[in-house]
């Protein structure tokens, strides 16, 4: 079974940080771009940041620019979104994206929630 699981999210202070894991089983996420979106309550689902099949290209949206940084793990069928100086507008709940055409597959989110 193909499956994305993300995990790492939870309750943190504004400025604080959290690193978000997004671990496949089934399939070789080395194959893959890999894309995390993020989801507020009443918002529409927004792109955060993307990793190249390779590790070579990153991209990253605006309003993360300089906070946040997306990587592959070493040999463990994972990428993590490390996420520092949270503010609370970054509240949302964090889905990962593993896409290689024609085929993508979504995770079921982790919620990511800053607050004092």
């Known amino acids: 079974q193909l499956q994305l699981v993300e995990s790492g999210g939870g309750l943190v202070q504004p400025g604080g940080s959290l690193t978000l894991s997004c671990a496949a089983s089934?399939?070789?996420?080395?194959?893959?771009?890999i894309g995390w979106f993020r989801q507020a309550p009443g918002k529409e689902r927004e792109a955060v940041s993307c990793?190249?099949?390779?590790?070579?290209?990153?991209n990253y949206a605006d309003s993360v620019k300089g906070r946040f940084t997306i990587s592959r793990g070493n040999a463990k069928n994972t990428v993590y979104l490390q996420m520092n100086s949270l503010q609370p507008e970054d509240t949302a709940v964090y889905y990962c994206?593993?896409?290689?055409?024609?085929?993508?597959?979504w995770g079921q989110g982790t919620q990511v929630t800053v607050s004092s």
């Open positions: 089934g399939f070789t996420l080395d194959d893959y771009g």
């Open positions: 990793i190249s099949s390779s590790g070579g290209s990153t």
């Open positions: 994206n593993a896409y290689r055409w024609p085929s993508h597959y």
